[in-house]
């Protein structure tokens, strides 16, 4: 199978940064204690060199800074939807897949910051636009702020299997999404129907009106089908689920498909689609429990055979993670 | 029976055109947009030793990739100094030519594409990993990816990335795959016991110097120039990969070599201290790009290897090249390359696999190279038929001559003529 290593971070103005410095860069040989290259993953530049011309030391770390918020209102009882004016330059970072901010209230101690997916980012205004669940301390915190908010960004590793979801061109992809994971599939389905991809959404109708994201999907002129996708007895998916999936795979030629929902979420459907499709690629909404987002805490940790994953910052192949693909991979 | 070689140089075109003669389906999978890598910026054959060993391998029945290095030929028999009769053959036009032969020869070639990982089953290779995930299976591999870089060896081991020939930056770095395969490199020592070597030419744009010397270039082949004396020095000599060039002579003067490009023989030079030199007050480096500050850094990974080119460890992974050795140039590569590639086709399908025999300069520097580099002062040296300690041994051992029919003879007398010229499937 083959080995996916990336780091997301690895090129980008914050590289090297202080993995490298303390010799645990995810890509670099020579920054984790080696004598010669075997860089792991070419992504344009040599972070070895940009570590001895940056004086041996890391990169500039993100920092918070207080930004405006232009909009808060719940759509839910439990769903904030957040608006917050930023500068230009984040905006543009974080006009991508996978982008995600550290929110909390101004003043706020630091171990309040909750990282938060970006669901769209207009260039144009600098305004982005979050989704959040009030789920416990951080968030309720969040919903206290008024007319600022802390922010600290751009991070990108918001969803997993980028690789798969980069240079995709006139490609049918089944995006599946459910509750607030549906935030970072909109941004998804945003820049991947800019290169001219066909987009399939199915949403979770859960609660009341369906979900929140749906007249987005919609309004970026994806096809969208709303079901019921859980046996909620059993934790399985439900036959009016499976049967749409078997109708969608059969009609279209899917080259990936992207999981919006949780870890166990994630390996319901992904092991049911490669079950139909074993050249299907997938990419799944992260979520780990990040903290730091700079691979220093180890809260987001995911083991691996072959190691242990820094995944608010370092990518895998959800398939590698979530399917059951014992005997075929390396060890 | 399927090959892949990984590395499109010289070693690398070498294997992909013996396996192909031998019968086998040959993909070759290159880095770059280019074959021929260093070769690219190489020109030198046929100096000293390598007559006799481009001709033996004439005789082997191996001599396609030489005739066409021949065929490119700028300038004949030059001297210059510590080496006699040389061929200066067109790096400008030879890359488009080998490539022409290749495709003649229903060779696959796969450009831009970068190995980066291999599947193992056992102890032996079932695929490789394309750097975007696409696998490659084949019966048998060979690693032919050179030694030199990329970006942080340069930078760690030398004086940084002079934006080479080899271009890392643009096409992604060189793997080890040996390595990947389970096999730990091996690296070439300096004089001092740090790692490596430096690359001990430049390329001037022949354009930039002075007309006296361009048409001494056209004309002669060589210009030789005395350096000013405070700007000799000697311990250039010392991080230099061709031994066979680190004499007196080049620090002591400037040797041009017209290749197309003016070949300056020595591994960098401060570009204000060259412009001081008459007919050099324009000049500029066309490669490596920053040859006024340095040069890649080679030998940094070797495989161990048996004398019939199989690296220890795996059971059908082949090397040719530097990969395989402490070897320097043109001529080297392809007499390594040229067996590894037949070996690899008959271990393919079967049958034993075959050493040259060391009566003959090409079977002999095969077996001094892999016996002479198990010792540290071995590791410091380097192994061409051009000069420093093979040379040397090529003279003691009757082995060199410039006699093509003596050469003939002998490899008729070995019942060897057109040996690699046999199909084997």
Partial sequence: ????????????????????????????????????????????????????????????????????????????????????????????????????????????????????????????????????????????????????????????????????????KGNEILIVARGVAAAPCVMAAKKLIKANNKIIVVLEKGRGNGNFAKERFKSLGCEVYDVNMINYNDYSLSEEFKNLLLELIKKNNFKVTISGGSDEFHRLYLNFVYALDKSLKFATVNNAIITCGEGICGSCEVKLDRGIIKSCKQQYNPAEVFINLRGEGRK | MKVVVIGGGWAGCAAALQAKKCGAEVILIERTDLLLGLGNVGGIIRNNGRFTAAEEMIALGAGDLFQIADRCARHKNVDFPGHKHATLYDVNIIEAEVRKYLYSMGINILFEKRVVDVEMEGKSIKSVYLHDGTEIEGDVFIETTGSTGPIG??????????????????????????????????????????????????????????????????????????????????????????????????????VLLDTGHAKLMTSYYPLEKLRKIPGFERVRFIDPYSGGKANSIRYLSMAPRDNHMKVIGVDNL?????????????????????????????????????????????????KFENENKKTLDGLKQRYTFAGAVYFERMKQLDLYTTDIEKIRKKVDGLLLRDFFKNRII
């Fill in chain 1, 1 to 168: 199978m083959f080995r996916y290593v990336d780091c997301i971070d690895a090129g980008t103005e914050y590289c090297p940064c202080h993995l490298a410095e303390k010799g645990e860069c995810i890509i670099c040989s020579q920054l984790r204690g080696k004598n010669f290259c075997d860089c792991l993953n070419w992504k344009g530049t040599c972070i070895y060199e940009e570590f001895i011309w940056n004086n041996k030391k890391a990169k500039r770390i993100r920092e918070f800074k207080e930004f405006t918020i232009e909009n808060k209102r719940l759509i839910r009882d439990d769903l904030l939807l957040l608006q917050v004016s930023v500068n230009p330059y984040l905006a543009k970072q974080l006009n991508n897949i996978g982008s995600y901010v550290f929110l909390k209230k101004p003043g706020s101690p630091l171990c309040f910051a909750t990282p938060v997916s970006i669901m769209d980012s207009d260039i144009k205004n600098n305004l982005i636009t979050m989704v959040v669940k009030i789920l416990g301390v951080k968030t309720k915190d969040l919903l206290e702020c008024k007319d600022k908010v802390e922010l600290k960004g751009p991070y990108w590793n918001g969803i997993q299997g980028q690789i798969f979801l980069k240079n995709l």
């Fill in chain 2, 318 to 366: 082949f090397v040719g090249g530097e990969k395989s050795g402490l070897f320097v140039g043109h001529t080297e590569a392809i007499v390594t390359g040229t067996l590894a590639g037949y070996n690899a086709v008959r271990l393919g399908i079967g049958l034993n696999l075959v050493e040259l025999p060391s009566t003959l300069a090409v079977g002999d520097i095969i």
């Fill in chain 2, 153 to 254: 060896n340069c930078l760690r081991y030398g004086n940084g990335c002079s934006m080479c020939i080899l271009r890392c930056p643009s096409y992604g770095p060189r793997i080890s795959i040996s390595m990947r395969a389970g096999v730990e490199d091996l690296q070439g020592l300096r004089s001092d016991e740090s790692f490596g070597a430096m690359s001990g030419s430049c390329k001037l744009e022949k354009d930039s110097l002075s007309k006296e010397i361009r048409e001494k270039l056209d004309r002669d082949g060589v210009v030789v120039i005395p350096v000013p004396k405070e700007d000799i020095n000697m311990d250039k000599l010392n991080i230099k990969v061709c031994q066979q060039y680190a004499l007196k002579e080049f620090a002591e003067n400037i």
